[in-house]
Each structure stands twice: as C-alpha cells, then as structure tokens.
C-alpha cells in the first residue's frame, strides 16, 4: 500500500550574510512515498544539501512545514528530532563516514545496538543484511581493509538496518567510478524497494539520476 512517508510544505531558508538576507530555498514542495526513489539534482549552490539536512532534521526551515510519516517535525524539541533521525531516518553520505576501530560487522549492527537491541540479535541481523549485499567475507575487517565500493557498502546496509521510514542520500555514488556507481545504486535501488522505504537521492551522476523513479530539478532554491 502506498502511503506519503515525506511531506515537504512551502519551505523556505535564509540566512544574514554581511547585514543581506541570503534566501537558500524558496517555497519547496514536494513529497515522496514509500518504496519511491528519487533523485534531487542541480547546480552547485541551487540548495540541494540544506534541503537534505532541513529534511534531515539536521537544520530547521525559516518557514513552511515538514512532515514525516504524518507528522509534522518542523518545531518538535531537539530530543524529539533525535529520536526520529535514530528511528526513522538512514543516512548515506559521499564519504562513507564508518569506525575506523569497528569492524564491518559492528559498524553494520551499531544502529540497532543504539536502539537498544541486544548484540546477539543486533549481529544476526547485520549478518543477514551483510550476505544479501554479498559481504558475509568481510565481517570481521575494518574499513580500511576494504575497497572504497565495499565500505560504500556497509554505508548502505548501517543506513537501512533499522527499517527507516526514509533514507536521505548525500551524492553517495561521488568518489566512486561508472561502474562502481552503478553496482552501488543498484543495492541502494533493490533495498530501499524491497523494504518499501523512501528514498532522496542527491546526486549530480546524470546516468543515475535517470535511473531513479523521478528526478526533481532545483535552481536558485526553486524547485523547477
């Protein structure tokens, strides 16, 4: 069944810079639904990021709404934005941003061990996830042991470990070349599918991009 996991309602952002008033996104809407996979592409500087992070709740609009799984988190407190990001929102970045100290094993697991699930469940899920994305060999090495393609990887499986909602992606194929790109998009495509999650892919790889369910075109802040 489809429902609307991501509401975003007449958002705008703008900052003071040098006594100007800076607009950096102006009256954003759009949603996506379960199991939707959509590439936000633009320019650099047309908005893309602060969209992510304000949608994120890592960044608050000036004005307008958002509204996540019909609730709306535009002025919740900040140990309520936490909780939602911990439940509710996968993060996938450009740079993979993994433990160095953790093994593929614990970087995978660490989402539901924050949680509050306990380490021989946590372990026997991320194994599972792990053999889907065809690295059940790599359990036990550390980041630096694998190819930038692998920990992009684990990046993925840590974002969608705890089921969320919606999965926000940050250029998450941009260090990676065509071919890596592709197999990369492909796993984050077949999963964010398969457990029905929606997903906002920010990227400037046009290949990937035309591969998505939809592509929203932002410039100058302005959804086109």
């Given at each position: 069944m489809?429902?609307?996991?991501?509401?975003?309602?007449?958002?705008?952002?703008?900052?003071?810079?040098a006594n100007q008033n800076i607009e950096v996104l102006k009256n954003v809407n759009l949603e996506i639904s379960n199991g939707e996979v959509v590439a936000l592409t633009g320019p650099s500087g047309s908005g893309k990021t602060t969209l992510l992070q304000i949608t994120g709740l890592l960044d608050s609009p000036s004005s307008g709404t958002i509204v996540i799984n019909n609730k709306d988190v535009s002025t919740i407190n900040d140990s309520?934005?936490?909780?939602?990001?911990?439940?509710?929102i996968g993060f996938i970045y450009q740079f993979h941003h993994l433990i160095a100290e953790f093994s593929t094993l614990e970087n995978v697991a660490l989402p539901l061990l924050i949680n509050g699930k306990n380490k021989d469940d946590a372990f026997k899920q991320a194994k599972e996830l792990l053999k889907e994305i065809e690295l059940e060999d790599k359990l036990n090495y550390k980041p630096y042991q694998l190819s930038g393609g692998q920990q992009q990887r684990v990046a993925i499986?840590?974002?969608?470990?705890?089921?969320p909602s919606l999965i926000l992606a940050d250029e998450p194929t941009g260090n990676l070349d065509f071919e890596l790109s592709e197999k990369i998009f492909e796993i984050l495509y077949n999963l964010t599918k398969k457990y029905q999650i929606a997903c906002l892919i920010v990227t400037h790889n046009q290949e990937i991009s035309k591969k998505t369910d939809r592509i929203i075109k932002i410039k100058s802040g302005i959804i086109e």
């Open positions: 489809t429902k609307n996991i991501l509401q975003i309602k007449n958002v705008s952002k703008s900052f003071l810079q309520e934005r936490t909780e939602i990001r911990k439940t509710q499986a840590r974002a969608i470990i705890n089921k």
